[in-house]
C-alpha cells in the first residue's frame, strides 16, 4: 500500500513552519501513543505513521529531499517507521522535552548538551549592493563558549558531577493519572550533572557574552525578506552542545529613482513637450550607467518604454529582467512674456483642426457633451 503524503499525515500545509509541524506532531503522539492505546492496532499504526513523518519534515535535509523527491528521495532514511512506537518516553525525547525541561533518557554521568539558540540579523542595503552583491562587515552580540573552562562550566582542574538526586539522567518520573511523565530534575535542571566548583569566568554557565565580527557575502541580485543562513554562527550551546545558525535577513532601502518588482526596475522620466511632440533622444539612468533612450514623436503622458536587460538579475531564477521607463511629459514654468505670447499663436494655429491635433482631448469633449445631453437638464 502507498504510502500518505507526510503532510496530510500531520495535516499541516507543505509551507509549515517547524513549530507548526511540532505542535501536530504532538498532538497526534498524545491522542495514538500505544500506552494510551492499550490493544488498539488503528492507534498504534496511526502513530509510527505520524512519527515517521515527523521524523522526516523536522529535518531540514530530509524535507527538502522529500519535497523535490517525495517518498523516493527519503525511504532510505526514514526507515520505513524510524525507531518504531518505542516506550512513552520516546515521545519526550523527541518533541516534549522542551515543555517538560529537557529530554528524557540521558545517559548517567553526563550533562544534557543543548543547542544554541539562532540568531536574526537585520542587514540594510542601497538598491544597487543589493543588485551587484557585496562582501559586507557585521558585529553581532552573542553568547560564546567560555575559554577558560572550555564551556563546561566547572573551574579549570575540576568537572560536572552527577546528580545523586536523578542518578545523571537529568529526569525523574512523576505520575499523572493513568500514565506516568518524565520531568527536568529539580536539582540538576535537567543537565543530569552539577558543579560544585563552578568556572568564575563564566560563572558556571559555560557561555559568556560576547560581540563578534563576522564576514557576509551578498550574494547579487537579493531582495527584501530574503534570507542568508550562516551556519554554526549563531549562540554558543550549552553543555557542549552544537552552535546554533545566524539568518541575515536582508532589506532594501527605497531609491530616489527606481522601484523594483522581482527582477524587474520602473522610473519615471521628465521629457519637454517639444520632445514629446516632435520626438528626439533623451539620456536616462541606469544600474549600469547612462544610456540614450529614443522617444518617438506624439508620445503622451504615461508612455511606457522599455530598456531589455536593463533590470535586475535574481539571485532565485536564471535571466535578468528589464528597466520600464515611463514618460512624464512636462509642462513648462516661469515662461517670458514672448513665450506665453508664442504659446497662444501657436494655440491658435490648432484650432481650425482641434480634433486632428488632439484627438483624446475632442474625443473627451464629445463624450462629457454627450453625458450632459443624456441628464436632460
Not at 532514511?77 to 512513552?88: K, Y
Amino acid at each position: 500500500m502507498s504510502k500518505r503524503d507526510y503532510y496530510e499525515v500531520l495535516s499541516v500545509e507543505s509551507n509549515a513552519s517547524e513549530a507548526n509541524i511540532k505542535k501536530a506532531y504532538r498532538r497526534l503522539a498524545m491522542k495514538h501513543h500505544p500506552d494510551r492505546n492499550q490493544g488498539d492496532a488503528k492507534a498504534e499504526e496511526n502513530f509510527k505513521e505520524a512519527k515517521e513523518a515527523y521524523e522526516v519534515l523536522s529535518d531540514q535535509q530530509k524535507r527538502a529531499a522529500y519535497d523535490q523527491f517525495g517518498h523516493a528521495g527519503v525511504d532510505s532514511s526514514a526507515g520505513g517507521g524510524g525507531r518504531g512506537a518505542g516506550g512513552f518516553s520516546d515521545v519526550f525525547e523527541d518533541v516534549f522535552g522542551d515543555i517538560f525541561g529537557g529530554a528524557a533518557g540521558g545517559r548517567a554521568g553526563q550533562s544534557r548538551a543543548h543547542r544554541g539558540s539562532d540568531l536574526r540579523y537585520e542587514m540594510e542595503l542601497s538598491l544597487e549592493d543589493a543588485v551587484h552583491g557585496k562582501t559586507e562587515t557585521i558585529r553581532v552580540p552573542t553568547h560564546v563558549a567560555c575559554k577558560p573552562c572550555s564551556g563546561s562550566g566547572a573551574k579549570k582542574g575540576s568537572s560536572p558531577k552527577k546528580c545523586t538526586t536523578c542518578a545523571g539522567l537529568g529526569q525523574v518520573r512523576i505520575q499523572q493519572g493513568f500514565f506516568s511523565v518524565q520531568q527536568a530534575c529539580p536539582h540538576c535542571h535537567g543537565n543530569g550533572s552539577v558543579i560544585s566548583d563552578p568556572c568564575t569566568s563564566c560563572n558556571g554557565q559555560g557561555r559568556v557574552r560576547d560581540t563578534r565580527t563576522l564576514s557576509v557575502k551578498i550574494p547579487a541580485g537579493v531582495d527584501t525578506g530574503d534570507r542568508i543562513r550562516l551556519s554554526g554562527e549563531g549562540e554558543a550551546g550549552e553543555n557542549g552542545g552544537p552552535t546554533g545558525d545566524l539568518y541575515v535577513q536582508i532589506r532594501v532601502k527605497k531609491h530616489p529613482l527606481f522601484t523594483r518588482e522581482g527582477t524587474n526596475l520602473y522610473c519615471e522620466i521628465p521629457v519637454s513637450f517639444v520632445t514629446a511632440a516632435l520626438g528626439g533622444e533623451i539620456e536616462v539612468p541606469t544600474l549600469e550607467g547612462r544610456v540614450n533612450l529614443k522617444v518617438p514623436a506624439e508620445s503622451q503622458t504615461a508612455k511606457v518604454m522599455r530598456l531589455k536587460g536593463k533590470g535586475v538579475r535574481s539571485v532565485h531564477e536564471s535571466g535578468i529582467g528589464d528597466l520600464f521607463c515611463k514618460i512624464m511629459v512636462e509642462t513648462p514654468v516661469n515662461l517670458s512674456s514672448k513665450q506665453k505670447k508664442l504659446l497662444r499663436e501657436f494655440d491658435e494655429t490648432t484650432k481650425d483642426k482641434h480634433e486632428k491635433h488632439n484627438p483624446k482631448s475632442s474625443s473627451w469633449i464629445g463624450g462629457v457633451k454627450k453625458f450632459l445631453d443624456g441628464l436632460h437638464l
